[in-house]
């Protein structure tokens, strides 16, 4: 370039006259200016170190994607073995109960079902609620069966056992004056146990933690 002796104006090389005054430019010197240049390589410098930069931003990235990915497929099929016979998506309200609560759940639909009222579940939860494990003589049977639990208070046992996404219930069904011995059979949806039984899982848990105290506290 040349720089303009009479204003200072930087004109290309093959200027003749000044673009800024129009002094002329024949005999000034071109000049190379290396600052620029340097400023030129810097800038090139640094641009390629962002982009490396970025490439190994991208690298990570991607890394940490596949690795959610395979977490969350990994999750997708072991919720497709857990519920393998049920038909319903992964999101089903009924995916966030045990199959413990589910039992539970079950043995309360069945004392509403068996009774005059649909009250007849929450005192019976509250009664649960409210059991002392430490009372040995309490009777309360809630133990381990084939698939689920067997509940009773005494004179009668009820099984619950979970088949995928229901409950089969087994109890004593009472016609007249007769005690059955297990003749009677219920099965109840997990999903409906769920709309039914959804707001009350804190005492449903509550009800639990009694109830296997209550079963440990007893030597079988
Ligand atoms: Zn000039």
Redesign the pocket.
């Known amino acids: 370039m040349k720089i ?1 002796p ?4 930087k004109n290309k090389a093959d200027a003749n006259f ?1 673009g ?2 129009q ?1 002329p430019l024949n005999n000034v010197p071109i000049t190379s200016n290396h600052h620029s240049k340097l400023i030129m390589i810097l800038i090139g410098i640094i641009v390629i170190l962002i982009a490396i930069l970025l490439f190994m931003m991208g690298m990570r990235s991607n890394n940490s994607s596949n690795h959610q990915q395979a977490t969350q497929s990994s999750s997708r099929i072991s919720n497709n073995h857990s519920s393998a016979s049920s038909q319903s998506s992964s999101q089903a309200p009924q995916e966030k109960f045990s199959d413990e609560e589910y039992e539970l759940m079950a043995f309360l639909k069945l004392t509403d079902d068996n009774s005059d009222s649909n009250d007849q579940s929450n005192e019976m939860l509250q009664n649960l609620v409210n059991l002392d494990p430490n009372e040995k003589d309490n009777a309360v049977v809630w133990h381990p069966i084939t698939n689920g639990r067997r509940i009773g208070f005494g004179a009668h046992t009820t099984e619950l056992q979970v088949d995928g996404d229901h409950v089969n219930v087994t109890y004593d069904e009472i016609e007249g004056d007769h005690m059955g011995e297990g003749n009677g059979h219920k099965t109840y949806s997990k999903a409906e146990l769920a709309r039914e039984f959804e707001l009350q899982k804190d005492d449903i848990d509550k009800a639990l933690a009694n109830l296997e105290a209550s079963d440990n506290a007893k030597n079988y």
């Open positions: 303009c009479k204003c200072g104006y000044c800024n005054c002094a």
